[in-house]
């Protein structure tokens, strides 16, 4: 019994985690800490292949590793571990597809061919329509607006008659 639960703590932590990584991304990111983000936003004047917003990679690992350390330090804590597994899991997969499948900073596998990976494409390409601070849409990686599963030309509609911009007729 004891295996399925730390199995269900890692497999809600993986999901935790997009909701985490959603809230960084919308409110530090595009916040109080533009200033580490905003080169990837900037392809154009990148120098090199690390970007400030590499950092982010780091601070996402720190309560990683203190859960790893806490839980295998304190058999009372041992649920922590998985946590950190669960952070960590995250983690490569955010790795997998933002860096390697979107942005192909490693040439590891270059096309993914179905509805959802051609929605994760959109909906990041959407995000990085805008190259400021503000005005970004789709902040998450994994669990995406259903528009983007639609064509790029619906999208505008779907929009408009969403901010009543255009009637019901």
């Known amino acids: ?3 399925l639960i730390y199995i269900g703590i890692t497999l809600l932590t ?3 985690m997009e909701f985490v990584a959603w ?3 919308k409110y530090i990111m595009h ?5 580490w983000h905003e080169d990837h936003h ?3 004047h990148k120098t090199g292949f690390f970007e400030k917003n590499d950092r982010f990679f ?3 690992a720190i309560p990683s590793m203190l859960s790893y350390i806490i839980g295998s330090l304190y058999t009372d804590w041992r649920w922590l571990l998985f946590v950190g597994i669960g952070i960590s899991i995250y983690g490569l997969i955010y790795f997998l597809i ?8 490693f040439h590891w596998f270059k096309h993914l ?3 959802y990976s051609r929605a994760i494409l959109r909906a990041h390409g959407a995000h990085h329509a805008i190259q400021t601070k503000h005005g970004c849409e789709s902040f998450g990686l994994l669990i995406i607006n259903p528009k983007y599963f639609k064509k790029r030309s619906s999208w505008k509609n779907e929009d408009l008659i969403k901010n009543n911009d255009i009637g019901y007729s």
């Open 1 to 3: 019994m004891t295996v």
């Open 14 to 16: 993986v999901l935790a």
């Open 23 to 25: 809230f960084a991304h």
């Open 31 to 35: 916040g109080l800490l533009w200033s």
């Open 42 to 44: 900037d392809p154009i």
């Open 58 to 60: 780091l601070v996402f």
């Open 98 to 105: 933002h860096d390697v499948y979107i942005h192909r900073r």
């Open 113 to 115: 061919d179905n509805k």
